[in-house]
């Protein structure tokens, strides 16, 4: 089955705060207002790109914070989605919002309108990346609104950030456990970008923020993907989308960007469990990986062999296996 979001953007709006990092226009591409008939409009246009076959739709409100936005417009625009979700021609509503943006109020209204996933702003779990990035929550906030999400049957997405102003390895490591530990069904991590026209931007260009390196960005990862993936949680996307605005000649000013930094980690993980196991068994000289890992396992362009030669003293070889699971590895001597 393939599933398909149809994406209305709604930029800033519903959100009080202005957090550090935050310029959704150049975020999202979208800096007016939303509208019934835009939403109307955009779902049609979207429909008409969807093949037939089997399939899953869905309508979904991103950037800013929907349930933030006055219940009066809440209500205007989940009620011109709903009408395709009424006339099976989408399947349900997801949103993304804030923490402290949930109520049993809120939550009701959602559910009445066909909203089947609700995704949450984390960001981190520790009060003093939450502060110096100008969150205006708390951690206990995070952990009381997925509580009350859980009384509701939606999906739970958790966002998180690395990077933010007063955040360590150490810290994004344990947001990381603490967010595991809510036992959302999703996750998405967002290195963090400096963009122009925020004030992070300022901070950066008056040395009051250290953008992460890419390396750095990549080592932290490494340990964070892991540690979701053995709790079965799934991270549906790490970094924003690569476009226009979210490059070096668009409003790009520091940070770790890179358009495959996910397959950076995941090749580093894959060189960790070779060398690992070349040094429980140095006779071993290849390796099996899932039919679509392989270039993965040899590492960003053949980085993974390289070094594995440069450190062992010879070529390893690496095979795809139809049996295996992504991430799963096997060695055999040769």
């Known amino acids: 089955m ?81 009408e395709f979700v009424k006339d099976k021609k989408a399947d349900g509503i997801r949103l993304s919002t804030r923490p402290d943006y949930i109520s049993d109020r809120i939550l009701e209204r959602l559910l009445k309108y066909g909203v089947k996933t609700v995704e949450l702003g984390v960001q981190s779990m520790d009060d003093e990346v939450l502060v110096a990035s100008g969150r205006g929550h708390t951690k206990e906030t995070v952990k009381k609104a997925v509580s009350l999400i859980k009384k509701y049957p939606f999906k739970l997405g958790l966002q998180m950030m690395i990077g933010l102003p007063c955040d360590t390895e150490e810290k994004s490591l344990k947001t990381a456990e603490e967010i595991i530990a809510l036992n959302p069904d999703f996750v998405r991590i967002y290195p963090t970008l400096v963009l122009k026209d925020t004030y992070l931007q300022k901070m950066y260009e008056k040395g009051e923020y250290r953008a992460w390196s890419v390396d750095e960005t990549v080592g932290v990862l490494k340990k964070i993907l892991p540690a979701f993936s053995e709790k079965g949680i799934d991270v549906i996307r790490v970094a924003l989308a690569v476009t226009d605005e979210i490059s070096p000649q668009g409003a790009l000013v520091a940070g770790p960007f890179h358009p495959a930094i996910r397959e950076l980690a995941e090749g580093e993980i894959y060189f960790d469990k070779m060398c690992s196991m070349l040094e429980k068994d140095s006779a071993l000289r290849a390796f099996s990986v899932n039919c679509g890992e392989i270039s993965k396992a040899l590492g960003n362009g053949r980085k993974n062999a390289k070094r594995i030669k440069e450190k062992y003293g010879f070529e390893i070889k690496i095979k795809p296996s139809k049996t295996l699971k992504k991430g799963e590895i096997t060695a055999w001597k040769e």
């Not at 393939?2 to 150049?26: D, L, M, S, T, W």
């Open 2 to 82: 393939k599933y398909y979001n149809i994406p209305i953007f709604v930029a800033h709006e519903g959100c009080p705060f202005q957090c550090v990092f935050c310029n959704q226009r150049h975020i999202t591409g979208a800096d007016t207002s939303v509208t019934p008939i835009m939403v109307r409009e955009t779902v049609e246009n979207y429909l008409k790109t969807i093949p037939e076959g089997e399939k899953k739709v869905e309508i979904a409100f991103f950037g800013g914070s929907f349930t933030g936005i006055s219940e009066e417009k809440q209500t205007a625009l989940l009620e011109a989605a709903y």
